[in-house]
């Protein structure tokens, strides 16, 4: 069973970084997309940055230029490195992960989502 263990969120002043990590096991097949999104009180989850498998991310606007998203697919692991902090980053980050399954049919793969528990970033002004 795919699990996805996240760490490192907690309480940091505005201007402050904190780093996330996020590890992904249980599964005998390679992970596809992996990333984090993140969720305010009376919002709708939203994308922070995702990384394919090959290194190419994609950022939320609001986050370009301030946070780094990386990737150690040897540990099926992703970093998010959230540097100059604002109280409007305040949220429940998400990490999430593709399981890419092939399929019976050459060419053909089943890709399957999986979310970990969340933690908690809260930036103070």
């Known amino acids: 069973q795919v699990q996805l263990v996240e760490s490192g969120g907690g309480l940091v002043q505005a201007g402050g970084s904190l780093k996330l990590s996020c590890t992904a096991s249980g599964s005998s097949f390679s992970f596809g997309t992996m990333g984090w999104y993140r969720q305010a009180p009376g919002r709708q989850r939203e994308l922070v940055a995702s990384?394919?498998?090959?290194?190419?991310?994609n950022y939320a606007d609001s986050v370009k230029a301030r946070f780094i998203l990386s990737r150690d697919n040897a540990k099926s692991t992703v970093y998010l490195q959230m540097n100059s902090l604002k109280p409007e980053d305040t949220a429940v980050y998400f990490c999430s992960a593709t399981e890419v399954v092939p399929g019976t049919i050459r060419g053909s793969r089943y890709e399957y989502d999986y979310w970990g528990q969340g933690t908690q970033v809260t930036v103070s002004s």
């Open positions: 990384i394919t498998s090959g290194g190419t991310t």
